[in-house]
């Protein structure tokens, strides 16, 4: 997992993959609310990895679509949701 650094607004975990604009724009929203976060790149990691990063994201999206954006194991936001995002982060 990468650490993007920002102010403080919980355990956020970014659920992405290199290739998926949606993600970028995920990312890119995160990093401009100057927010601190992490995420990871599941389709750039080692199968082993990739399994088990996977099976912990299930426990919040079934289905395993991307981007999944996860605050402190409580709010998960599937797909790019500006609104929502905002919302949530307060900005």
């Known amino acids: 997992m990468v650490h993007i ?4 607004k ?5 659920y992405a993959l290199s290739t998926c604009v949606w993600c970028k724009k995920t990312k890119k ?5 100057g927010v601190d976060f992490h995420y ?4 750039l990691l080692e199968e082993d990895e990739k399994e088990k990063v996977l099976d912990e994201m299930k426990t919040h ?3 395993c679509s991307f981007p999944t954006l996860v605050m402190d194991d409580k709010i998960c936001i599937i797909g790019y949701n500006e609104g929502r995002i905002r919302e949530v982060m307060g900005k």
Do not use: M
């Open 40 to 43: 990871v790149y599941v389709d």
């Open 29 to 33: 929203l995160l990093t401009e609310l």
């Open 61 to 63: 999206n079934s289905l």
């Open 5 to 8: 650094e920002g102010e403080d």
């Open 10 to 14: 919980g355990k956020i975990i970014l």
